[in-house]
């Protein structure tokens, strides 16, 4: 399986971030306008070669600071969302705005799209109007929501079937990351649309990873967030059993950053945990989302995951008490009362 990260591959410079150009003539590697946040990009293009035009399908927490990096570093970006409330803002920025997914795709280059989970990118990428009515040879389309392997599969087959290139690009990072550009991309699919695509994943991205077959992003980023799922779930017992013992948790928070557990994660989570306080980042319904889907992974060559079964159990829990919509450290709370039945 070929790996590469950005680090081995020639990338844009965060410090000269600019759109790429397209050739229109085929799908190929752009070459690069060093014209970093400026929305002037046809002053440094050639004649044979036009600004990209990247489509954006989903702007909800990652989507919306994905697309509006693509928009202030100069890029000519089209967009669609579900809401169409939440394309204003991106409006106003300077994007374009189509009703459909599938108008979106027609008229771009590169189509990126970010959706909650598999039926979402299912519908938005095959659906009626769903963007792979309007793609065609010399585009591609780039799946950066988190979905399992099977879900991916089955877009690429759609969006191949037309001539298309397809490529999947899940992340690792969340809302802070996205609106900094900082995210990691877990990619698999069509080697020549990874190239093409690098020099947008650079715009939004610090890294990125080159896997392989579709599927081995999803699955790379389904075991990133099994661990993280877990991990929350343990930091949280912690935090509990320390507070029903009587420590500080506060202290304890403290005394985890600066030991070998520590993890950003913790640091940055558990001031907030500590209050009671859950400001969504990664909704807790995603996470539950992709433990279920890790353990559809594990399940399907026979994997014994018995901390993600139970970490997943305990996201089942929040969900019942209404707290999807919440960040998924809010899983804490779900704890919470069930030691509080428990006494
Ligand atoms: N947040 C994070 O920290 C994070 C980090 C890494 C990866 N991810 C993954 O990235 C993806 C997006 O996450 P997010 O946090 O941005 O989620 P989000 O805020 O819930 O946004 C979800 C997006 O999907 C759209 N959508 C949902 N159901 C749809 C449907 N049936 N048809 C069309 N569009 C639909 C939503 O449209 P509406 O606006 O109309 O609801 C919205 O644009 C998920 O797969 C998540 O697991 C998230």
């Not at 309007?134 to 001539?163: C, E, F, Q, R, W």
């Not at 990351?177 to 020099?199: C, K, N």
Request: hydrophobic share 40%; proline share 5%.
């Amino acid at each position: 399986m070929a790996i590469l990260c950005s680090s081995f591959c020639p990338c844009i410079s965060t410090h000269l971030r600019g759109c790429p150009v397209f050739s229109r003539s085929r799908l190929t590697r752009f070459s690069v306008s060093i014209k970093a946040f400026s929305s002037q990009t046809s002053a440094s293009t050639t004649k044979d070669e036009a600004p990209a035009r990247v489509g954006f399908l989903g702007l909800g927490i990652m989507g919306s600071p994905m697309a509006q990096n693509l928009i202030k570093a100069g890029c000519d970006v089209t967009i669609w969302n579900r809401t169409k409330s939440k394309c204003d803002p991106l409006i106003s920025l300077g994007a374009k705005y189509k009703s459909s997914p599938e108008e979106v795709a027609a008229s771009c280059d590169v189509t990126f799209a970010m959706l909650a989970d598999p039926q979402s990118a299912v519908d938005v990428a095959c659906g009626e109007h769903g963007a792979a009515n309007g793609m065609s040879p010399g585009k591609g389309y780039v799946d950066v929501s988190t979905v399992d392997g099977a879900t991916s599969k089955l877009i690429n087959g759609h969006i191949k079937a037309t001539g298309a290139l397809f490529l999947e690009a899940p992340v690792s990072g969340s809302k802070k990351p996205a609106e900094d550009g900082q995210l990691i991309f877990l990619t698999a699919g069509d080697r020549s649309l990874y190239d093409t695509a690098a020099p947008f994943l650079d715009i939004m991205g610090k890294s990125k990873f080159y896997l392989g077959d579709v599927g081995n992003g999803a699955a790379m980023k389904l075991v990133v967030n099994m661990i993280m799922g877990s991990m929350m779930a343990s930091f949280s017992e912690g935090l509990v059993l320390g507070e029903k013992v009587g420590l500080d948790p506060g202290v304890l928070v403290e005394v985890v950053s600066q030991g070998a557990i520590s993890a950003p994660m913790f640091s940055m989570k558990g001031p907030s945990m500590v209050q009671s306080l859950y400001p969504t980042a990664f909704p807790l319904k995603h996470q539950q989302k992709d433990l279920r889907l890790a353990l559809g992974l594990a399940e399907s060559v026979s994997q014994p995951t018995p901390i993600a079964a139970a970490a997943n159990e305990l996201y089942k829990a929040a969900k019942s008490r209404g707290l999807s919509d919440q960040d998924f450290s809010a899983v804490i709370e779900a704890l919470k009362v069930k030691l509080q039945h428990q006494t």
